[in-house]
């Protein structure tokens, strides 16, 4: 499975992210693949080292790949996560108070956007949540 990070719009108006996978299914050759994600558009883009935005919100319901680069997202309530290499963001917060990011490392983060086509198909399952034992 892929680590994938969806981050929402909630109710509150504030972003909101859930880690979980993207399902992928047996194929040919012994690989494992997901089927064909409706995209309207693909393109890359690098930030140096050091590099941070402010607070925004996602322009468009996509995925961001990361290629190279860690990152630290945080959400207006304090919340954090971290992606790396290979990593999968679908970004769906393209409203309300948004989120942040800085690079944590020393490598530029370089990313692959893909723009989903409205009402696309992502097979993204979240990670089961785990109890706590008081």
Request: proline share 4%.
């Amino acid at each position: 499975m892929i680590r994938c990070v969806r981050l929402w719009t909630g109710e509150d108006n504030n972003s909101h992210f859930e880690e979980g996978v993207l399902e992928l299914e047996p194929g040919q050759r012994g690989d494992f693949l997901t089927g064909k994600i409706d995209a309207v558009s693909v393109s890359f883009q690098e930030t140096e080292s050091g590099g941070a935005f402010a607070w925004h919100t996602a322009p468009i319901r996509q995925l961001v790949i990361t290629l190279s680069g860690t990152l630290d997202f945080q959400t207006r309530d304090g919340h954090h996560f971290l992606l790396h290499p290979g990593d999968v963001l679908l970004a769906e917060d393209t409203a309300g108070s948004g989120h942040s990011w800085k690079l944590t490392d020393d490598s530029s983060w370089r990313r692959a956007y893909v723009i989903l086509r409205p009402g696309a198909d992502v097979p993204f399952r979240a990670k089961a949540r785990q109890s706590v034992r008081a």
